[in-house]
C-alpha cells in the first residue's frame, strides 16, 4: 500500500467517523453544553467527581480544572476547547447512543449517503469507477459489523472495508445473481453522511 493509499483511508476513515457524529448529534434530545464550565462539569460529573481525573484527561493542571469549574476563568485555549468540545460530545446522553445503537443493530440498520469515487467494472461500462452520489440502506448485520469495528477502534483500513462492503452488498451483490465475488472500489471520499 502506497503513502498515498494510506492518506486516502486515513481521509475516508475521518469521513465515516464524522458521518457518525452528526448523525449521534441529531439523536440528542438535549443540546450539549456550550460554556467551558458547564463542559467541565459535565465531565466531572462521568468522572465521579475527581476533579483530579478531570484534569488528567484534560491533559491540565489540577489548579486550571478547579478555576474553570468554579467560573473564575471563562475562555478557554484553543486546546483545551477542542478537548472539551471532544470529550463533552463523546460523553453526553449515552443511553439515547446505546438506544440508537440496538436499535441499528437489531431491525432497523442505517443509511449511508455519500459522494465518493465507486465503481466495479470495467472501464468504458456504466459499471466503470467514476465519481457517485450513493444513497443506501445498509442492512442491520452490516451496521452492527461497522459498530462493532468503531467502537474497538478498528484501523482506517477495516472500518474503510466494512463501509465498502455494506454498500457493494446492498447496491450490487443483492440477492447473490452472480456477483457474490465481486471486487469494488471505494475511495476519494467528498462527503459521507449516516442517518439512524
Known amino acids: 500500500m502506497t503513502d498515498d493509499d494510506v492518506l486516502h483511508a486515513a481521509r475516508t476513515r475521518a469521513k465515516i467517523l464524522e458521518g457518525f457524529a452528526r448523525a449521534e448529534r441529531a439523536l440528542f434530545t438535549r443540546p450539549v453544553p456550550k460554556s467551558a464550565r458547564a463542559q467541565m462539569k459535565c465531565l466531572r460529573t ?5 476533579t483530579k481525573s478531570l484534569a488528567a484527561r484534560l491533559d491540565v493542571s489540577r489548579k486550571v480544572a478547579q478555576r474553570y469549574l468554579a467560573g473564575a476563568s471563562t475562555k478557554p ?3 483545551l476547547q477542542e478537548a472539551l468540545v471532544e470529550e463533552t460530545e463523546s460523553e453526553w446522553q449515552p443511553q439515547v447512543r446505546a438506544w440508537a445503537r440496538r436499535r441499528m443493530v437489531s431491525s432497523g440498520g442505517l443509511v449511508i449517503s455519500c459522494r465518493t469515487y465507486f465503481g466495479f467494472g470495467p472501464g468504458g461500462t456504466s459499471d ?5 452520489d450513493i444513497t443506501v440502506a445498509v442492512s442491520p448485520a452490516h451496521a452492527a459489523a461497522i459498530i462493532a469495528a468503531r467502537e474497538e477502534g478498528a484501523t482506517e483500513i477495516d472500518l474503510h472495508e466494512a463501509v465498502v462492503e455494506a454498500i457493494a452488498d446492498a447496491c450490487f451483490r443483492q440477492g447473490g445473481g452472480g456477483r457474490a465475488g465481486l471486487e469494488v472500489k471505494f475511495a476519494d471520499v467528498e462527503w459521507l453522511n449516516i442517518k439512524f
Open 128 to 132: 466503470a469507477g467514476r465519481v457517485r
Open 77 to 79: 485555549n484553543k486546546r
Open 46 to 50: 462521568r468522572e465521579k467527581g475527581s
